[in-house]
């Protein structure tokens, strides 16, 4: 149904309970994609857990000590703002294993969905904000080290700082991170992301949308990576509990939809993960998630991937022809070949 995968685990739910993060909702999303028959279930791909050598590339041997043994401080508990538990430690494992997938899956299909992740607040030797593990850092390292993508963008639309993204790609000229978020919220401290898009308070739809695409436009025309990383979370919406922003759900949906089109008319393949979402109503936050996913579908029929065109010189002709002929690299084809 869907020309894509959504990539979803039911352990992704960390079980907090009346907590204000709803960690159902990556349940409620995933049956909301079913019973609405916007997915069906071949259109589901499960993820298995990220490996410590995969999160290793992004965080500290100390920190993966701690979360695996349990014994974070009390201090650490309390900046993750979630208590510790088994299941935790296996849901965020299980969700950087989903963004490495997500993160595949958009390589060979243009489109690739985590129902899960976006934990942008973690930082290599310590959680934040209900982030233990950032895995959209892990799967940019993942596929960098596998050689399928030299450089990468983050677009981060949570209505917080990706402070965690922005100390970890900070100073690598192959990660381009753009966060547009609420300056007078939480993240405190916001370490320098390449643009930061500092929305006042109560800003709408207009103003929002005003600022990010002509951010997005430039980062994509001037870096041109090889993938976009969209943090698509739901709490820049207007009755959001963690938020200050006013948008709206048309809005949000906008937005997502101008992004994708974006990366998609230049042909650059978009992975997506869900990050925040605390509207008063979680039916609310699951919609907007679930919009995503709409943008997205909406974008791959309206515009058709764009050939990435590669020229070779002789030599490398029949090399780059075996390639394509095994499906190494997804969506090029060879328009001329030059002596
Ligand atoms: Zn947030």
Redesign the pocket.
Known sequence: MLPFKVVYHDKYDLNLGPHVFPSQKFRLIAEALIAEKIASKDDFAQPVAASDEDILRVHTQEWVRKLKTGTLTASEVMLLEIPYSRELVDAVWLAAGGSILAAQCALRDGFGANLGGGF??AYPDHGE??CAIHDVAVAIRRLQADGAVRKAIVVDT???HGNGTAAIFRGDPSVFTISI?QEN??PAHKPPSSIDLNMMDRADDHEYLGALLPAVQKALDEFRPELLFYVG?A?PFCE?Q??GLSLTKNGLKERDRRVFEEARRRGIPVATAL????ARRVEDTVRIHVNTILAARDVAAEVPVRTRVQIYPLREANRALNALKNDAIPGAAVLKVEG
């Open positions: 942008h607040h904000g209900f949570d209505v917080h978020h919220n939480y979370g709490d959001d963690l938020g990050a925040g979402g605390y």
